[in-house]
């Protein structure tokens, strides 16, 4: 027979572990520390671009944005190239000049010309970059930090397949032109057959019309959407595209990338694309 006072006792005991895990259940979840929080996602929010899986072996350049400004000043030490049949690195593949833009959150790597550009000395002492057909993995080391002094945490890789070279120049003609209707407010598209260069084509394509109010745009380097605040309005629209508008290889509406300006005549200065739509 249990006693009255051995019963209070065991009955105090449950409620006491009862409300022990009441509270527990009740707890905040405790965050991630600032530090934490920007050493898991600092990485994560970097962009490589192009994005695209398959490149010209004949490539030139990347575009890597940063959340936040980055530290400056011996950079490449954080870069390698990694042929992934072999697991070798790739041997002095960068053009080792910073370009930054004036936030220091957008970075130009380039490889470099000399080594992708047929017939010069560095393609023939050392040979291209890149062979059709191999895979390839640009590494970003995570021991680089921001300019705060705060590592990006861990390594950021850009895999991708080096595809056959690339000589040809871009042509508008064969651009794929979606066009609104009046009254709408659906994206004017304009789409490639071939990635272009990211960050020039904000700035080479535009467009002009009667529309009054103001008209945005956003781009992934395969097509570029004009997006207008109010709908669109009936009439002429017009499209501008600059001839120094490059491909992944550099070649531009204007010229292509491996023209030889030495043996080539002087060529005609090369004029704006226009192309004249109607939204009706």
Known sequence: MISHGVHSTALVAVC?????????????????SPS?????TAADNIRIHPSVDVLPANHLKFYIEFPAAMARGD??????????????????????????????R??????????????????????????EGKN???????????????????????????????????????????????????ALSITFPAPLD???????????????????????????QFIPASPWK??????TISPILEDLAGNSIARPFNLDLQTTPELPKPSKTMRSFTIK
């Not at 934490?36 to 898991?40: A, L, S, V």
């Not at 190239?81 to 697991?87: A, D, K, Q, R, T």
């Not at 109010?213 to 097509?223: A, T, V, Y």
């Not at 009936?234 to 499209?239: H, L, V, Y």
Request: proline letters at 7%; charged letters at 20%; aromatic letters at 8%.
């Open 234 to 239: 009936a009439g002429q629209i017009k499209i």
């Open 16 to 32: 006491l572990l009862l409300l022990s895990a009441c509270e527990e259940s009740h707890k905040p979840i405790r965050p991630n």
């Open 75 to 104: 950079i490449f030490q954080y870069f390698s190239l990694i042929e992934n049949e072999s697991g070798d690195a790739v041997p002095d593949p960068f053009r080792e000049i910073e370009l930054w833009d004036e936030s220091a």
């Open 106 to 131: 957008q970075l130009t790597l380039w490889f470099h010309p000399g080594r992708q550009k047929p017939g010069v000395n560095l393609n023939i002492d050392i040979g291209p970059i890149l062979e």
């Open 136 to 186: 390839y993995t640009l590494i970003l080391s995570g021991k680089w930090q921001r300019e705060t002094g705060q590592i990006i945490g861990k390594d950021v890789k850009k895999s991708f397949r080096a595809g056959p070279v690339d000589n040809t120049q871009p042509d508008p003609q064969k651009w794929q032109y979606s066009i609104p209707a009046a009254g709408s407010s659906t």
């Open 198 to 224: 990211y960050a020039l084509i904000p700035r080479t394509i535009q467009i002009s019309s009667n529309h009054n109010s103001k008209i945005g745009s956003s781009h992934d380097g395969q097509s570029i």
């Open 36 to 40: 934490e929080q920007k050493q898991t």
